[in-house]
């Protein structure tokens, strides 16, 4: 892997979505890039800002543990995708960014505990992998989830990512947020 910096960033998450965007999404009807893209999209129609557009397209970039270098993924504990992928964009990303990322998974668990109408929409893959990643919060959980920053964020984020799941959505593609991205890269 070329060594990473603030110029070539982009490129790389480029070239990853090029390369690897057709693999299939843990069960889902969609790719991983038709499944970020639809997410990305979901921001944009909402008015999310530029950092969460960013963040729902990147979202599962973590996925693709092979395209990151071994520093990000040796920050991490145990490498779930999501705290992957967070650890490896927090050097290019502001956290208004990764944040979100870093607890999109816990924001599953979150809000299956104090939204009983959300877990209606989770798909038959996401209720399987909710179990393996811990259930529903408890109430202490839910308590220390809260004092997040990017609350707000990573709800929003969520909902977006249990609605990008639609094989027959048409969307635009990588291209289209590249300058957006590019912008928000820390120097
Ligand atoms: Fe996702």
Redo the contacts with the bound molecule.
Sequence with gaps: MTNLNSHNIVNHIEDIFNRRGAESYLGEDVTMSQ??LQ?AQCAKKSGADDSLIVAALL??IGHYQNEIPETALAKGKNNYHEEAGANFLEDYFPLSVVEPIRQ?VATKRYLCAVRPEYFELLSAASIDTLNLQGGPMSSEEVIEFEKNDYLEECIKLRYW?ED?KDSNRICPSFSYYRALIESLVKN
Excluded: P, V
């Design positions: 499944h970020m997410a979202h599962d999109h990512d990008a």
